[in-house]
């Protein structure tokens, strides 16, 4: 295979033009920004601090984030606070709900930190989440960005049956640098997840973050093991680094590489691929409903 470019950050001293984004202004991100502060709302589109939040919110979408804003993991690559949660919200359910139903989004996107120390890590709220938001707004098709359940296949099956159209569990890495990047998770574990999730009968996705310090061998045998358990939809982007705390970017991906991989993706048999310098999970999700 022929090594597409990428850019040493030892190379340069700033980003690459390819990974300028446009501030967030306008007067539906102002709308979306007063109904989540109204609501008392997470999204991942802040704690995550995307670069697409100005280009999504200014659409009037947002990525909300259950289960609170602190996560029981921690994970080298993300900016969400990390320590021992409050005590979680049941009303929460019905506020996102609503703040939805006023945005008068068409597709929306779920996600939640991870709650390890929930018995059911979780489940019962998000599943009570999609059954207010279908209630409420009976056309918004929904994609639930789920955490990883620690083989609590119970608390999965709860997670993904109450209506939702897709349902996503990022991988995030490749195998290797998983000890590092995702220290409490496991690779096989998420690839089984997402095995489940098909088998029950869901439409998958995932999402993997490039500049990792992967090699594109890697990349490419991380897309056959996602292939060959169930994945329909796979989001690659370039990893960004949040905090001097966080782990280090060690390339900038070229848009042409991120091209390969795209075509790599579908020729072995991915559904829809969405591969690019700012891609992000939730990017463009509203295309992932019916492929």
Not at 37 to 51: A, M, R, V
Not at 233 to 241: A, F, H, R, V
């Amino acid at each position: 295979m022929i090594e597409l470019p990428v850019v040493s950050t030892e190379q340069r001293t700033r980003r690459p033009d390819w990974l300028r984004v446009k501030l967030p202004i306008g007067e539906n991100f102002k709308k979306v920004r007063s109904l989540v502060d109204e609501y008392k709302l997470h999204t991942i589109c802040q704690s995550g601090n995307c670069p697409n939040m100005g280009e999504c919110w200014g659409e009037g979408t947002a990525t909300f984030m259950i289960l609170g804003n602190v996560c029981t993991r921690s994970c080298t690559f993300c900016a969400v606070a990390t320590g021992r949660p409050n005590e979680y919200d049941t009303d929460e359910p019905r506020r996102v709900a609503e703040a939805i139903q006023l945005m008068q989004v068409k597709h929306a996107v779920l996600t939640s930190v991870n709650r390890d120390e929930l018995k059911d890590k979780g489940a019962e709220i998000w599943y009570q989440t999609v059954k207010a938001v279908k209630e409420v707004s009976p056309k918004t098709t929904i994609e639930t960005l789920i955490p990883d359940t620690k083989s609590n296949w119970e608390a999965l099956y709860r997670m993904i049956s109450a209506g939702q159209e897709v349902v996503s569990h990022n991988m995030e890495t490749v195998e290797r640098l998983y000890r590092n990047v995702r220290p409490q998770a496991k690779y096989t574990r998420s690839l089984e997840q997402i095995r489940r999730t098909k088998e029950y009968g869901q439409r998958t996705k995932s999402g993997i973050m490039l500049g990792l310090g992967e090699t594109q061998d890697e990349v490419l045998k991380a897309i056959d093991d996602l292939v060959e358990n169930g994945l329909d939809i796979l989001t690659l982007g370039q990893y960004l680094q949040p905090t001097k705390m966080h782990h280090e970017v060690i390339d900038f991906i070229h848009p042409d590489t991120f091209a390969m991989y795209r075509e790599e993706g579908l020729r072995r048999g991915l559904k829809y691929v969405e591969s690019g310098p700012l891609v992000r999970s939730s990017y463009h999700a509203e295309r992932h409903v019916h492929v």
